[in-house]
């Protein structure tokens, strides 16, 4: 039996589909009673919530790669956590894990669904973040599907952004140059500044289709696109023949009602263009080898973040809200409890 621990914990669940941006009333804090892990099962104690953009997609019965959430059913999301109580194999008392653990303050997980994290080597939260799923997502998206070679010229849009800034980072330790979209001039300066891209265009600037054509005067070899829609526009007349588009997400798109029709597909015909939609959890394979590339990275000094941290469950609905509205500097986490 575990210690303190209370009868009762916090749960948001998904209580409304909302129309276009999501609103606080789409999520209902409730409180349930704690569960207990029987044989082969851990319990969770989650300190620190990653809020992500899929999760919109999630929120809307459309047809997308990941299954919708019923009304009801707790928040999918990622935690960092230590294990209180286990009786599975593999898992101790105190262990630091991540998984798909829901936006809960405590969760009953198998050790299928865990991971076990070093917390020596670098910030748990950093396990949500560079080290973690995001960070896995710029390293698959560039490298399998980007193949970027020395010297060429790689951009990447939400570049200030948690998958957005590790790829910009990666496309320099690979010896290209690094071009990121970003919106807002203290963006594009924390992009250039702390994560050393070698420029930035501002989206949001009045002038951004000559900005951009201006910052990549050899064209563009890799576009790795988070947002979609105008920005996708705006880049396919720059792309070089035989150009890679590693498709990694639509962010631009998740709040609206109406789908964005591209107006310059015939650039991708006439510049040999490959576009590739990719899909982390299609890419298990490729997680050990991205998972060490970025450690070293990180230990060596050569992979930055930055995070921002809401605090308390109650304020994750907001946060994500926010986040899709581009209110986060990098990675958006919610705090569940104070250390
Ligand atoms: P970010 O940390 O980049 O946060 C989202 C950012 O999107 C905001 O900060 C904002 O930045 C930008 N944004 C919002 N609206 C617009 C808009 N209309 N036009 C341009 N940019 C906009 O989130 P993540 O790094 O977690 O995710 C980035 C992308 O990666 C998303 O599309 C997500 O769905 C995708 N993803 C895909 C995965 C996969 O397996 N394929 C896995 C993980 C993420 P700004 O202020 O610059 O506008």
């Known amino acids: 039996m575990t210690p303190n621990l209370p009868d009762s914990q916090r749960q948001i669940i998904y209580a409304k589909r909302p129309q276009g941006v999501p609103t606080v009333d789409c999520f209902r804090l409730i409180d349930v009673p704690v569960a207990r892990p029987g044989p082969g099962k851990v319990l969770v104690r989650n300190d620190v919530l990653s809020v992500d953009p899929y999760i919109r997609m999630r929120m809307e019965e459309k047809d997308s790669y990941a299954p919708v959430m019923a009304i009801g059913d707790v928040l999918v999301g990622r935690t960092v956590g230590q294990v209180l109580e286990s009786h599975a194999d593999g898992f101790a008392e105190g262990d630091w894990v991540v998984g798909r653990l829901g936006w809960q303050d405590y969760s009953v997980a198998g050790p299928g669904e865990l991971q076990k994290i070093d917390v020596s080597l670098a910030p748990q939260t950093a396990y949500l973040g560079a080290l973690g799923s995001t960070g896995i997502t710029a390293w698959v998206g560039l490298m399998a599907f980007g193949k970027p070679?020395?010297?060429?010229?790689?951009?990447?849009?939400?570049?200030?952004?948690?998958?957005?800034?590790?790829?910009?980072?990666?496309?320099?330790?690979?010896?290209?140059?690094?071009?990121?979209?970003?919106?807002?001039?203290?963006?594009?300066?924390?992009?250039?500044?702390?994560?050393?891209?070698?420029?930035?265009?501002?989206?949001?600037?009045?002038?951004?289709?000559?900005?951009?054509?201006?910052?990549?005067?050899?064209?563009?070899?890799?576009?790795?696109?988070?947002?979609?829609?105008?920005?996708?526009?705006?880049?396919?007349?720059?792309?070089?023949?035989?150009?890679?588009i590693p498709l990694c997400g639509l962010v631009s798109q998740y709040n609206e009602t109406e789908p964005y029709r591209v107006k310059n597909l015939r650039e991708i015909f006439n510049r040999r263009v490959t576009m590739r939609g990719f899909v982390l959890s299609d890419h298990r394979d490729l997680w050990p080898e991205a998972t060490r590339e970025l450690i070293a990275a990180y230990a060596g000094g050569h992979l930055k973040y930055r995070e921002t941290i809401a605090e308390g469950l109650e304020n994750a609905p907001q946060a994500f809200i926010d986040m899709l509205a581009g209110a986060n500097v990098g990675k958006q986490l919610v705090r569940l409890r104070r250390a």
């Open 149 to 244: 070679k020395a010297g060429e010229t790689v951009l990447v849009s939400a570049a200030s952004g948690a998958v957005g800034s590790v790829v910009g980072q990666i496309a320099k330790l690979k010896g290209c140059r690094a071009v990121g979209i970003a919106g807002g001039a203290s963006k594009c300066a924390l992009v250039k500044d702390a994560y050393g891209f070698d420029d930035c265009v501002d989206y949001k600037s009045p002038d951004f289709a000559d900005a951009l054509a201006r910052a990549v005067p050899d064209g563009v070899d890799v576009y790795f696109d988070n947002v979609g829609g105008p920005i996708l526009d705006a880049v396919l007349p720059l792309l070089n023949n035989f150009a890679r």
